[in-house]
T-cell receptor
Framework: AQSVTQLDSQVPVFEEAPVELRCNYSSSVSVYLFWYVQYPNQGLQLLLKYLSGSTLVKGINGFEAEFNKSQTSFHLRKPSVHISDTAEYFC????????????FGSGTRLLVRP | DSGVTQTPKHLITATGQRVTLRCSPR?????VYWYQQSLDQGLQFLIQYYNGEERAKGNILERFSAQQFPDLHSELNLSSLELGDSALYFCASSKERERGETQYFGPGTRLLVL
C-alpha cells in the first residue's frame, strides 16, 4: 500500500520570504508525484508533477519541487511568496503498477502574512 | 476554470435521504474520478469510471453508487445519508491515455447532512 505524509499541517510565512512544504511518501513500487493547490472555496489545481527525467520540476506560479528517491521525498519550494499564495497544498502520488487514482497527503495550509 | 463542471454547488439534506451529484468532464476526457474531502478523512478516492465502465473502487460505502453515461457525464448517488457523509465531493477527469496524466478537478459539491 502507498501513503503520503505531509508533516506540517500549517506553515505561516511572511510575504516575500521563501517557503518549503514537505512531502514524504511510502510505496513498494515506483510512483508518479503531484502537487495540487486548493484556494478557498475552489477545486484542486495542479501545480506541478514528476513523471520521469530531471528531478527538479518547475510548475506554475513560481513553484518548484525536487524528487529525492533515496529519501522518498518531493518537497515543494518557492523563493518568494505572495499573499495570493495563501491556500491549502496537497501532495499526491499515483502508483505505477496499479490504478490511476490519486493518493493524497493530509494537506499543508500555507498562510502568507504581510 | 478546469472545464469540469459539477452540480449542484451546495446541497443540504436530512439523514436517511438520497441525493445525486452530477459531473460533466472536460471535452474529450474519457475517465471520471470521484473523491471525497472531509475534515476527518482528508481527500479520499471513491470510484473511477472509464468510457462508461467502472475501472477502480476505493473507500466507497455500499450506500454510495455511481455511473457514467454514454455522453460521459457521471452521477454519484448517495443514499441513506448519515451525518458523517457531510463533505465536499469532487469530480475529476482525464483522458487517461497513460498513467501520470493530469486529473482536472471540478469545483466540488458541498453536502451538508442535518
Amino acid at each position: 500500500a502507498q501513503s503520503v505524509t505531509q508533516l506540517d499541517s500549517q506553515v505561516p510565512v511572511f510575504e516575500e520570504a521563501p517557503v518549503e512544504l514537505r512531502c514524504n511518501y511510502s510505496s513498494s513500487v515506483s510512483v508518479y508525484l503531484f502537487w495540487y493547490v486548493q484556494y478557498p472555496n475552489q477545486g484542486l489545481q495542479l501545480l506541478l508533477k514528476y513523471l520521469s527525467g530531471s528531478t527538479l520540476v518547475k510548475g506554475i506560479n513560481g513553484f518548484e519541487a525536487e524528487f529525492n528517491k533515496s529519501q522518498t521525498s518531493f518537497h515543494l519550494r518557492k523563493p518568494s511568496v505572495h499573499i495570493s499564495d495563501t491556500a491549502e497544498y496537497f501532495c499526491a502520488v499515483i502508483p505505477m503498477d496499479s490504478s490511476y487514482k490519486l493518493i493524497f497527503g493530509s494537506g499543508t495550509r500555507l498562510l502568507v502574512r504581510p | 476554470d478546469s472545464g469540469v463542471t459539477q452540480t449542484p454547488k451546495h446541497l443540504i439534506t436530512a439523514t436517511g435521504q438520497r441525493v445525486t451529484l452530477r459531473c460533466s468532464p472536460r471535452s474529450g476526457d474519457l475517465s471520471v474520478y470521484w473523491y471525497q474531502q472531509s475534515l476527518d478523512q482528508g481527500l479520499q478516492f471513491l470510484i473511477q469510471y472509464y468510457n462508461g465502465e467502472e475501472r477502480a473502487k476505493g473507500n466507497i460505502l455500499e450506500r454510495f453508487s455511481a455511473q457514467q453515461f454514454p455522453d460521459l457525464h457521471s452521477e454519484l448517488n448517495l443514499s441513506s445519508l448519515e451525518l458523517g457523509d457531510s463533505a465536499l465531493y469532487f469530480c475529476a477527469s482525464s483522458k487517461e491515455r497513460e498513467r501520470g496524466e493530469t486529473q482536472y478537478f471540478g469545483p466540488g459539491t458541498r453536502l451538508l447532512v442535518l
